[in-house]
Each structure stands twice: as structure tokens, then as C-alpha cells.
């Protein structure tokens, strides 16, 4: 079993910046990749991005990799988003969620997810 704790999801102004977090529990969290994805009112779950077990390799979704960052430190169980010049269309719910699989865009090949963090950017 793997647990996921997000957390630092907030209001923010446009053109501002927020880092998520999500926490792992468990010595074994290096085995497994990790990916974001958002849930906006009224539209589709979307892929984010995703980062390998080491953190060596990372992968985007083209239109927002320019601004956002993905992260890991192992040694805290803990995988980062790191999100600037944030837009309103970037309001959403933002989910990580864990696979044994790298890289993967869809949600049905994640196998735990974290209880998801609110994202609200104000215009």
C-alpha cells in the first residue's frame, strides 16, 4: 500500500507561484514513478507531468512545461510541483498519483493518488 498526502494547493494572483507537495509514506517510494494531473470545473481529468523513480527523466504536457517543474527528493518520500506564472486557467484540483510504469499520461495506468489539492489563481 501506498499512502499520498498533498499538500500547498492555495489562492493565488496572477503571475504568482505555488509549489505542491506530496508526500509518501513508506521506504519504497523509489520504485515508483509519479505524475500530476488537474481536474478544472466542468472539464476532463488532464495529464500534468511525471517523473521517473530517480528523478533522472521528467515529462510535460507541452502547453505548460515552460512554466512548471517537476521534482523528487527520495530521501523525504516526497514528489514537487513547482508551478510559475500562474494563469487563471491553471484553476483547478491538482491530484499526484503514483504508477510502477514511466512515462504514462493517463490516469488508468496510476495505481494510488493523493486526495487532491485545490489551485486557485484570481485574474
Known amino acids: 500500500q501506498v499512502q499520498l498526502v498533498q499538500s500547498g494547493g492555495g489562492l493565488v494572483q496572477a503571475g504568482g507561484s505555488l509549489r505542491l507537495s506530496c508526500a509518501a509514506s513508506g521506504r519504497t517510494f523509489s520504485n515508483y514513478a509519479v505524475g500530476w494531473f488537474r481536474q478544472a470545473p466542468g472539464k476532463e481529468r488532464e495529464f500534468v507531468a511525471a517523473i521517473d523513480w530517480s528523478g533522472g527523466r521528467t515529462y510535460y504536457a507541452d502547453f505548460m512545461k515552460a512554466r512548471f517543474t517537476i521534482s523528487r527528493d527520495n530521501a523525504k518520500n516526497t514528489v514537487y510541483l513547482h508551478m510559475n506564472s500562474l494563469r487563471p486557467e491553471d484553476t483547478a484540483v491538482y491530484y499526484c498519483?503514483?504508477?510502477?510504469?514511466?512515462?504514462?499520461?493517463?490516469?488508468?495506468?496510476?495505481?494510488?493518488w493523493g486526495q487532491g489539492t485545490q489551485v486557485t489563481v484570481s485574474s
Open positions: 498519483a503514483a504508477s510502477t510504469l514511466f512515462p504514462r499520461t493517463a490516469g488508468r495506468s496510476y495505481d494510488y
